[in-house]
């Protein structure tokens, strides 16, 4: 799988978790952070939570198809992540299962940066390839 369909598959997980979160709320929460997460204050964060997951996933796979600014949206994505991972470690009396989930947004911040910093470096070369072949053409 290259970087590319992996940013695309990055980006429908973020897409779909975000919809469940907003769809699904308490289902969600009480799964992944125990029973006081059924709360309307957690069920409004979670949606919130879900409504931000779903847009970035969203954009990225627009972007990233389009081939314009995939790699910041991806990369916007990695930082969510990043933040997301340690928000879960350094917050206190969470379950054990919460705890353990915070592989999965970190493995997804690292492997988003690779994406990220790869498509970068693809429209990089893209870019110098046409101004090289519109030099050449004028030096012609």
Do not use: H, N, Y
């Amino acid at each position: 799988m290259d970087d590319r369909q992996l940013a695309l598959v990055l980006g429908r997980a973020r897409a779909v978790v975000g919809l469940v979160l907003v769809v699904f709320p308490s289902l969600v929460g009480r799964l992944w952070l125990g029973r006081g997460a059924t709360a309307p204050a957690a069920r409004a964060t979670l949606r919130m939570l879900g409504a931000r997951d779903l847009v970035l996933g969203i954009g990225a796979i627009t972007t990233v198809k389009e081939s314009t600014s995939g790699p910041e949206w991806v990369g916007t994505g990695a930082v969510v992540d990043g933040v997301d991972a340690v928000a879960m470690l350094i917050t206190p009396g969470l379950p054990k299962r919460a705890r353990l989930s915070v592989l999965v947004p970190a493995a997804a911040a690292v492997l988003a940066i690779r994406c990220a910093k790869a498509l970068a470096a693809e429209r990089d070369e893209a870019a110098q390839a046409v101004v090289a072949a519109t030099a050449a053409e004028t030096v012609a």
